[in-house]
């Protein structure tokens, strides 16, 4: 899987085609999606045949039956199975009573439907994991992607290696922090250093990291240059530097959103589940 992914999440459907064709035509060819994102056919458009694409169910599909017809949608909106990645679908978010029934549907899509590759989860944290591992719905097919917020400004230790240690792949969604984290001081001065961009500061510290980063732009010279972080590398000390960012406050924010999303939140289409392609 490339390590570094182009996201399409807050991309207006009328510009998601022209983002994608930018993305494929820089090299990219891993691109993460979501029902909820509510622009998975125009992005399909550009999609060609070699790349890696992801989708995600939304806490609104509750129950196996809608989370099965969320992915199916997904499939048919992208013109064929979800089987382009090593991950195909995810539960986005971990709905207490309703997550491990939204995982047993992409199994279901998986080994019955055959329009999903490999399964895997979203903002899902060491104990929500646990809880889905001891109930027995992932028997046979394990997760095998954990994607959670990770940057220098939110950087959970602890739950990064728990993940990585259970041999998920944990990619890092907001790396740059939709754009706040490039006005920081310690990345600039870094960037200045090292004779790059502070974004590129940012997401060459997760791949240093072992990560999968999910970077997005709508701007093609900046779509060039997120991909471009292979020419150089942060020393142990700019490391430690970058992770010393995280602040409390920020943990604080992180849980009050996890625990938001998880009480569920409305999709582009309402309160309930996604209706059928």
Known sequence: MPQIAFGLYLIPKDEAGACVQA?????YRHFDGAA??????AAAAALTPDCFYTSKVWTTDKTFDDAVRSVQRSAKELGRPLDLAP??????????????EQYRALVHCRDELKIVKRCGLSNYTPEDY?????SGVATGAPPCVNQIEVSPFLYRKE??????SKGLVVQAFKPLQRGAALGNETVGALASKLGVSAAQV???????????VCVKSANPGRIRANLDVAGFEL???DVAALDALTTPAAIDAWRAHYE????GTAAPWGDGPRPAA
């Open 87 to 100: 991950v195909g679908a995810l539960v986005h978010w971990p709905v207490p009573g309703h997550h491990l």
């Open 23 to 27: 993305a494929v035509d820089a090299g």
């Open 36 to 41: 909820f994102y509510d622009n998975e056919a």
């Open 130 to 134: 646990e809880e889905l591992m001891a």
């Open 260 to 263: 938001k999303r998880r009480a």
């Open 159 to 164: 739950c990064v290696d728990y993940f990585q």
């Open 202 to 212: 940012l997401i060459r510290w997760g791949v240093q990291k072992r990560l999968n």
């Open 235 to 237: 020393s142990e000390d």
